[in-house]
């Protein structure tokens, strides 16, 4: 049985190995336990070494050894991993029944990454998309509510969006600020820009320093879907 102060230098310890790999010095071991001198701390450290929780190491300063633990006691650093791990496994359940299934979703057609081109209505292609890419997936949105289109142009190359993309949109008719957004301009031209609400109206900004920033009045620009996914062939 140990006392709690030992018990807590323990954990000390132990918390400072998994850490730092090395263990606390007895100045900190003092200050994080309370106690006014490092005699005590010597005391503690010989308690343990008898009890058969630590070693110290021959030969080397500040060497100490955890040999095993209290029943039932865990560390920070073991509780904090038990939380990732738990976390990990949520995701990975939350996932797993959307590996290897796709849906067929409309490829609408080219969309401008560059100069705005006709706004687009082909709906005769269909495209299978992994539904990992959709952000239905957490029940935000549901599949139906995505499409996907070309791009074309290299005025969001910045973006990591490069001309013969093809970009999962998911509908809707707002977006924040910052987000990459299909945009329609005088209800004929579409556009794949960044968009940001100004108080002259709404910027369409392209993320290449070749293209310039478009600013239109706000009846102008109407939001036809938000960026949630890209598909890339090699």
Do not use: W
Request: proline fraction near 4%; charge should be positive; hydrophobic fraction near 45%.
């Amino acid at each position: 049985m140990l006392t709690r102060k030992q018990k807590e230098l323990l954990l000390l310890i132990r918390d400072r190995l998994a850490v730092d790999g090395i263990p606390p010095s007895f100045d900190e071991m003092k200050a994080a336990l309370g106690l006014k001198s490092k005699s005590g701390i010597h005391r503690l450290i010989t308690g343990l070494e008898e009890r058969g929780f630590i070693r110290r190491l021959p030969h080397r300063a500040r060497a100490l050894e955890i040999l095993r633990l209290p029943d039932g006691a865990e560390t920070k650093i073991e509780k904090g991993a038990a939380k990732i791990v738990k976390a990990a496994q949520s995701a990975v359940e939350a996932v797993s029944q959307f590996v290897g299934e796709s849906l067929s979703l409309p490829l609408l057609g080219r969309i401008a990454a560059g100069t705005p081109i006709e706004a687009l209505e082909d709906q005769g292609t269909q495209i299978d998309v992994p539904l990992g890419l959709l952000a239905g997936m957490k029940g935000l949105r549901k599949p139906a509510d995505h499409y996907v289109l070309e791009v074309a142009g290299d005025s969001m190359i910045k973006a990591g969006i490069l001309d013969g993309d093809r970009v999962v949109i998911c509908k809707t008719e707002v977006a924040e600020d910052g987000a990459i957004v299909v945009a329609l301009v005088d209800d004929q031209e579409a556009t794949l820009k960044y968009i940001e609400k100004r108080s002259n109206g709404v910027a369409l900004i392209p993320a290449n320093d070749r293209y310039e920033t478009r600013l239109f009045e706000k009846d102008r620009v109407k939001v036809q879907g938000r960026l949630v996914g890209l598909m890339r062939r090699y």
